[in-house]
């Protein structure tokens, strides 16, 4: 079975430094790849996706993400954090199905 | 272009009443999925709509259901409620193929009581 594993609940850092929040998924062929975005009450907001072709994918508000396919992973990085960045951050699969497998969220916390 | 939209955007129940909610997809989008929130099992997906027909299908009990018209809307009834089926219900929508993106709305946040 499809799994998605985001091994950090809650990550603290201060506004103006770097982040990069993990992602592991499990799933035999290459999945589709994504990270969502959720403020409190909010609906979820897409950030970046990975289908194929560069590793390395660009996404709004900064943010980019490296597939790795030898570690099985998928990790977002932020060089500066500003402190509307604090949310949830959701990974998230698909693989022959539509359907979105969710990692459990890592909450981010912004200190000023 | 406007976004998935939800209705209503808070409800609250009482147990063994059912409830109807509504999603509206981005214009042009012919696929609706259904997912559930909540603070212990964190999103689970419902099911998949696309063309008014049932694509795809999560793992709950038959008291959730949903429907797709022919303008590709979308709703969700959940029958007998339960204190536990209080939870944040999202809506997605995306094109034809199945990995395309899939875009949310804000949500419709049942209580049950």
């Known amino acids: 079975a499809q799994s998605v594993t985001q091994p950090d609940i809650h990550i603290t850092v201060s506004e103006g430094a770097s982040l990069e929040l993990r992602c592991n998924y499990s799933y035999g062929a290459t999945p589709y790849l994504f990270w969502y975005v959720q403020s409190p009450g909010q609906g979820l907001q897409l950030l970046l996706k990975y289908f194929s072709g560069d590793t390395l994918v660009q996404g709004i508000k900064g943010f980019e993400a490296e597939f790795k396919r030898s570690q099985s992973s998928f990790n977002l990085r932020k060089p500066s954090v500003h402190w509307s960045d604090a949310a949830e951050y959701f990974c998230?699969?698909?693989?022959?199905?539509?359907?979105?497998?969710f990692g459990t969220g890592t909450r981010l916390q912004v200190t000023l | 272009k406007a976004g998935v939209t939800q209705t209503p955007r808070y409800l609250i129940k009482t147990r063994g009443q059912q409830v109807t909610l509504s999603c509206s997809p981005i214009?042009?989008?012919?696929?609706v999925s259904w997912y559930q929130q909540t603070p212990g099992q964190g999103l689970q997906f419902l099911f998949e709509y696309f063309s008014e027909t049932q694509r795809n299908k999560g793992n709950f009990p038959g008291r959730f259901s949903g429907r797709q018209f022919s303008n590709s809307r979308s709703e969700m009834n959940v029958s007998t409620l339960e204190l536990g089926d209080s939870a944040l219900y999202l809506c997605?929508?995306?094109?034809?193929?199945?990995?395309?993106?899939?875009?949310f709305g804000p949500g419709t946040r049942l209580l049950v009581l």
């Open positions: 997605a929508s995306s094109g034809e193929q199945v990995q395309e993106t899939q875009y």
């Open positions: 998230a699969q698909t693989g022959t199905a539509s359907k979105l497998t």
């Open positions: 214009s042009g989008h012919r696929s």
